[in-house]
């Protein structure tokens, strides 16, 4: 993600080309087209997705307008993907974040419950020794009022 913030993008022609990006090539693209225009032209057939069969009736001059308009809705769109996939990650380390944060305070939450378990544990020996102390006092006690009487 840090690579896809730190993108450098620079104007040509009116369109914003994406440069020192790994596996992108429409910079590539755009040049080898250059370099085809300029020793004769716009091959004879295009790919039908790109322009439309009406295309091809038309001139070199205006596919290439068609072309660049397609490319900065492309640029756009991958402006778009590019925004949204930050958000995506700024979105994605807040919830990492929140989950060390959970996961830290349910380790807290867990050493506290330990603690009070053993706290219980050693006060339920202390009331039963308490109540073995009573009951042999109270033994005593009737024991004695039998010796008074």
Not at 28 to 39: A, C, G, H, P, V
Request: include cysteine; glycine fraction near 4%.
């Amino acid at each position: 993600s840090s690579k896809i913030r730190n993108l450098d993008v620079q104007s040509a022609d009116d369109v914003a080309v994406l440069e020192d990006c790994i596996d992108f090539s429409l910079a590539k693209t755009i040049s080898k087209t250059e370099e085809k225009l300029e020793r004769g032209g716009l091959p004879d057939r295009l790919d039908d997705d790109i322009i439309p069969n009406a295309g091809n009736e038309i001139g070199a001059e205006p596919q290439i307008r068609f072309l660049k308009a397609k490319l900065r809705a492309m640029q756009e769109e991958l402006d778009s993907v590019l925004c949204e996939c930050r958000k995506k990650d700024d979105e994605n380390q807040s919830l990492k974040s929140r989950l060390k944060d959970t996961e830290e305070e349910n380790t807290r939450l867990q050493r506290t419950i330990n603690m009070q378990h053993s706290q219980t544990e050693k006060y339920k020996m202390l009331s039963q020794e308490a109540k073995k102390k009573s009951e042999g006092l109270q033994q005593e006690v009737i024991s004695l009022e039998k010796v008074l009487q």
